[in-house]
């Protein structure tokens, strides 16, 4: 069985690149390629893919992941691969969050961008290694539970907020906050504002605003 593949990057390097790779491969025929989410969205409604090779990071318009809600949520959709540079907790669980088939990292070895493909095209999840770890360790890794007091000071850390400016909003004393963030940081495992926040958005306990 052929398995019909689209590409979304907006990097022609990268896309042509892809397509050199694919081409060495009878039975991965590329059908189309997008350069933005909603070209991808439009491309996939009209050459109808097996699957797509996402990238997260896309410039203008929506994001990759934005895409593949949009992809998947077409008649018959077709399964989306995620291909990118980005391995970070967050990227990951959104992707998976928007109903992503896999995940795969673009400095993977080439057999492992086919043998994915070909895992896609019959429903399978597909995932790099490395990607695989991370994903065993978010499910190993014991839940964190925040008071809404300490998510609603995270929430204003990642605004930039100082300690006086937290404590003015809350109507605390700056002691009080130092004592919350204390809380926040051994139940975190951290010890700077900085790590708090970014572990926080990682572990979806907050959301970061752009």
Request: glycine share 6%; hydrophobic share 45%; proline share 4%.
């Amino acid at each position: 069985m052929t398995v019909r593949v689209m590409i979304v990057d907006d990097h022609a390097v990268v896309r042509a690149g892809l397509r050199a790779l694919l081409a060495g491969e009878d039975d991965l025929e590329l059908v189309a390629e997008a350069s933005d989410g909603e070209e991808a969205v439009r491309r996939a409604a009209l050459d109808a893919p097996d699957v797509v090779l996402m990238d997260l990071r896309l410039d203008g318009g929506i994001d990759g992941v934005e895409a593949t809600r949009r992809v998947l949520a077409l008649p018959a959709p077709p399964h989306v691969l995620v291909l990118t540079t980005y391995d970070s907790d967050a990227d990951l669980a959104r992707a998976i969050d928007a109903g992503a088939t896999g995940y795969l990292l673009k400095a993977g070895p080439p057999d492992e961008l086919f043998a994915g493909v070909r895992a896609a095209a019959r429903g399978e999840t597909a995932l790099s290694p490395k990607v695989a770890g991370k994903l065993m360790n978010r499910v190993r890794r014991p839940s964190v539970s925040l008071t809404p007091r300490e998510i609603e000071i995270l929430t204003l850390l990642a605004e930039g907020r100082t300690n006086r400016d937290l404590a003015r909003h809350l109507y605390i004393s700056e002691a009080t906050v130092k004592t919350h963030l204390l809380h926040i940081y051994a139940k975190l495992g951290v010890d700077s504002r900085t790590a708090a926040v970014t572990t926080a958005a990682d572990r979806r306990l907050i959301r970061l605003t752009d």
